[in-house]
Each structure stands twice: as structure tokens, then as C-alpha cells.
């Protein structure tokens, strides 16, 4: 089975530029995450969707990070304009269903996209 | 959401059992312990998860004290490709859905 795919895998900007990272979780996977991963730290949580609807987004940074998930598939994330402080990990994680019980809930990381904002 | 405390890092040699720790002194009556890593530069991996009762699978061990305010992780025969950062989490229900609140985790290095 693939697991989840996300693309770049690195990416260095300047602040204040624009840039998206896209992920493709498992196939038949309804819930889709997106985390943030500052060096040192665990993953944060920045938005979740279940289909192609948002069920939380409380800690997404809305004046400058947004995302998608079309379709209920396929998801990109972009930040603009970057700050340095963006520089992190941005991690892509699916499951199966949501709340269906505790197995239902696990989660399938991918492997991340590494940015650097100079 | 209940939080977890973990020591920052252990150590491990290979072969031998590695006991991973950790607190959760809040936890609620239907909130479940999971227990993710993470090997450098890849994603965190779900290793095991529990309720009240022990757990075991081809990857680990849990352990769940009685009162539940504790739990240990156990991986019976470390090897190298065992270090890592292990997280310790407690799920936390909004609204129908779960997430998962990570800490900063244990790292665990299993030296030869």
C-alpha cells in the first residue's frame, strides 16, 4: 500500500515570498492533517479536514497560511508572505475515519517537507 | 486535553529491554494513551495505543498502571533502528473528532 506523499521534500525562500507544499494521503483515506514541526519540537496541528471540509483550523495562522483540499483528495498549504519563523517542518498525515473508534483514529505521517526561510 | 510528561532522553543498549515512561496524571475516563515515533527526517509512526488494560503487538509493549495516571512503553529487544523520539499522547476528543497533541517526546538512542 503507498503510504502518504507529499512534494517538496525541501524548499528554501526568501521571507516574504510565497510558497505551497501538496500532499496525497492514502487512497480512501477521508480524514487529512497538516502539522507544523519546529526543530526540537513535536508536530503541531494546523488544520484537519474530514472530505473536503475543514473540522479544525484553530491554530492555522489565517493571516498568512491557507489550504485546500479539493475534491476531498489531494491538499496544498501555502504561506504567504513566509516569515523566518516558518521554518519548520510542514508534515502531511491521513487516516481512515474520523472517530470511528481508537484504530480508526490513527494516523500515517508523511515523510515532510523541509523549509528554510532566509 | 490531558498532558503527558516524559524524560527528554534515554538510553538503550542493543538487546536489551527499553522502558519508556510516562505521565499522564489528567487523564480522563475515556481518553486512550497512544504511543508514536518519529526516526530522523521521517514522519512519526503509530507504535501501540491503550485504554486500561496492558497491550501488546509486534512492535511493543504497553503497560498501563491501575489508576491509570502512568504508562510505560516497552520494546523487548531494542535494536539500532529503534532510536528515535517517542512520543507519548493522550487523544483528545472536539467535537466528534479526535486529534492527537504532541510533546516534545523521549529520545531514545540504542547505542551497540
Known amino acids: 500500500e503507498a503510504g502518504v506523499a507529499q512534494s517538496p521534500r525541501y524548499k528554501i525562500i526568501e521571507k516574504r515570498q510565497s510558497v505551497a507544499f501538496w500532499c496525497n494521503p492514502i487512497?480512501?483515506?477521508?480524514?487529512l492533517y497538516w502539522y507544523q514541526q519546529i526543530l526540537g519540537q513535536g508536530p503541531k496541528l494546523l488544520i484537519q479536514?474530514?472530505?473536503?471540509?475543514?473540522?479544525?483550523d484553530s491554530q492555522l495562522p489565517k493571516d498568512r497560511f491557507s489550504a485546500e483540499r479539493l475534491k476531498g483528495v489531494d491538499s496544498t498549504l501555502k504561506i504567504q508572505p513566509a516569515k523566518l519563523e516558518d521554518s519548520a517542518v510542514y508534515l502531511c498525515?491521513?487516516?481512515?475515519?474520523?472517530?470511528?473508534?481508537?484504530?480508526?483514529?490513527?494516523?500515517?505521517f508523511g515523510p515532510g517537507t523541509r523549509l528554510t526561510v532566509l | 486535553d490531558a498532558k503527558t510528561t516524559q524524560p527528554p532522553s534515554m538510553d538503550c543498549a542493543e538487546g536489551r529491554a527499553a522502558n519508556l515512561p510516562c505521565n499522564h496524571s489528567t487523564i480522563s475516563g475515556n481518553e486512550y494513551v497512544y504511543w508514536y515515533r518519529q526516526i530522523h527526517s521521517q514522519g512519526p509512526q503509530y507504535i501501540i495505543h491503550?485504554?486500561?488494560n496492558n497491550e501488546t503487538n509486534e512492535m511493543a509493549s504497553l503497560i498501563i498502571t491501575e489508576d491509570r495516571k502512568s504508562s510505560t512503553l516497552i520494546l523487548p529487544h531494542a535494536t539500532l533502528r529503534d532510536t528515535a523520539v517517542y512520543y507519548c499522547i493522550v487523544r483528545k476528543r472536539s467535537s466528534g473528532y479526535s486529534t492527537l497533541t504532541f510533546g516534545k517526546g523521549t529520545m531514545l538512542l540504542v547505542s551497540p
Open positions: 487512497s480512501g483515506h477521508a480524514t
Open positions: 491503550g485504554l486500561k
Open positions: 498525515a491521513s487516516s481512515p475515519q474520523p472517530g470511528g473508534g481508537p484504530r480508526g483514529n490513527e494516523q500515517f
Open positions: 479536514f474530514q472530505n473536503n471540509g475543514v473540522v479544525d
